[in-house]
């Protein structure tokens, strides 16, 4: 939790919300989000760092959301060729048949 702590004294986030007249909902994360986004000027890798960083919580999403997400970002399932021989018997070595018969 010290980690925490640290991290929130880089970025001068207090853990107290003064503020609580405003709603967080939906529409307050997009913007806030949105901020962050428009703070970092676009830079490529504090951008992937925001996405990297939210994305180590998807446990906490269901099956649609993380299939959005895939969409989003294009991933596509890995697909392996497999290819397999079975080798086909033509001659079976048999066993001769001994007969024991008395006639």
């Known amino acids: 939790m010290a980690d925490m702590d640290n991290i929130l004294d880089l970025f001068d986030i207090d853990n107290n919300d003064e503020d609580s007249s405003i709603v967080k909902n939906e529409h307050y994360y997009i913007s806030e989000t949105l901020k962050l986004i428009k703070e970092t000027n676009?830079?490529?890798l504090f951008i992937y760092s925001m996405i990297k960083?939210?994305?180590q919580k998807k446990d906490l999403l269901n099956e649609a959301q993380i299939k959005e997400f895939a969409e989003i970002l294009n991933i596509k399932?890995?697909?392996k060729e497999v290819i397999k021989?079975?080798?086909k018997v033509i001659y079976k070595e048999r066993k001769a048949r001994v007969y024991d018969d008395d006639y």
């Open 42 to 44: 676009d830079f490529p």
């Open 53 to 55: 960083t939210l994305l």
């Open 77 to 79: 399932p890995v697909v």
């Open 85 to 87: 021989y079975k080798e």
